[in-house]
């Protein structure tokens, strides 16, 4: 007895071959949009932490929000990858190229930001330039 897997899923295609799909945008939408959330919300809990880091004063405090900084660069890079992956893809709407407008400025945002931060750390001392505490 042989039975269709799309008649017992009730799926289209795209559904089945990719986990996560959208109707809006293409096969790259999905994990774009879930990229973004992630570096989003680890963006702000960097943001968060690394503004208390600074504002207690001591240099030791520099490491742990340049790490942090480089954390969520690397995860809005992965976003900004996806996002140019889904330009060449192709047609997608309006909100998604707004969306992928906005992860490819702020990459280059956070890496200013980043470079801040690691300026800082470095200007502190020789000591605390080599990552060791």
């Not at 071959?17 to 996560?20: D, Q, R, S, V, Y």
């Given at each position: 007895m042989c039975v269709r897997s799309t008649a017992a899923s009730g799926l289209s295609v795209p559904a089945r071959?990719?986990?996560?799909y959208?109707?809006?945008g293409n096969l790259a939408t999905g994990f774009?949009?879930?990229f973004s959330l992630i570096s989003g919300v680890v963006g702000?809990?960097?943001s968060l932490t690394g503004l208390q880091d600074v504002?207690?004063?001591s240099a030791s405090s520099l490491l742990s929000a340049a790490a942090s900084s480089v954390i969520a660069w690397g995860l809005t890079l992965l976003a900004m990858g996806l996002a140019?992956?889904?330009i060449t893809i192709g047609w997608r709407s309006s909100s998604l190229r707004t969306l992928?407008?906005?992860t490819i400025i702020l990459s280059g945002t956070q890496l200013l930001c980043s470079g801040a931060i690691?300026?800082?750390v470095t200007a502190t001392g020789p000591h605390y330039s080599t990552g060791r505490v």
């Open positions: 071959l990719f986990p996560i959208y109707p809006i774009f949009v879930i702000a809990a960097t504002t207690s004063g140019c992956k889904e992928e407008t906005l690691h300026a800082g």
